[in-house]
């Protein structure tokens, strides 16, 4: 695919994403027009922002770029429960909207068979949303573009 045809690739994703969440009664997130080279839908800053954010809250279980700790986040663990996966998107985080993305940070990890602690209380709406963007940022332009055609960020 020629660099222009991936630029058309991408505005007409980013047309359509901002088409589907004008129609969608949910105000967050809502797509980031100030970052049009990526045509994603966060900003600069708020991977800036999520950058702190999951170093001071994320890093020690996902790793510090969001490559994840152990060598196989599949295989459970002695206890039974599945270790922090990647989220850089090797792993499964790209297959989830960010609503349910939202809902583990918010509640944590069990329903999925984690140990992952809620964060309701940790942090704020912003915050979750940041660290989602950052990342987010370590995804490819493939895998961004499969979870858009997934349904993306609703």
Same mark, same amino acid.
């Given at each position: 695919?020629?660099?222009?045809? =991936?630029? =058309? ?17 949910? /105000?967050? /997130? !809502? ?7 990526? %045509? ?18 994320? %890093? !020690?279980?996902?790793?510090?770029? %969001?490559?994840?700790? !152990? ?11 599945? /270790? ?25 990890? %069990? ?44």
């Amino acid at each position: 695919m020629t660099s222009f045809q =991936r630029i =058309r690739v991408k505005g007409l994703l980013l047309t359509l994403s901002g088409l589907l969440l004008t129609a969608c009664t949910e /105000p967050e /997130p !809502v797509l980031q027009t100030d970052n049009p080279a990526s %045509a994603r839908w966060y900003s600069d800053a708020q991977v800036t922002i999520g950058a702190a954010v999951f170093a001071e809250h994320c %890093a !020690v279980c996902h790793g510090s770029s %969001a490559e994840g700790t !152990v060598s196989d986040w599949r295989q459970r663990l002695d206890d039974g429960a599945f /270790p922090p996966p990647p989220l850089n998107g090797s792993a499964h985080a790209w297959h989830h909207s960010n609503a349910v993305l939202l809902q583990v940070i918010e509640n944590g990890g %069990a329903a999925f068979g984690g140990k992952m602690p809620a964060f309701a209380e940790v942090l704020d709406h912003t915050e979750k949303l940041a660290v989602i963007a950052y990342f987010q940022n370590y995804w490819s332009d493939e895998i961004y573009a499969q979870w858009m055609q997934m349904g993306g960020p609703d």
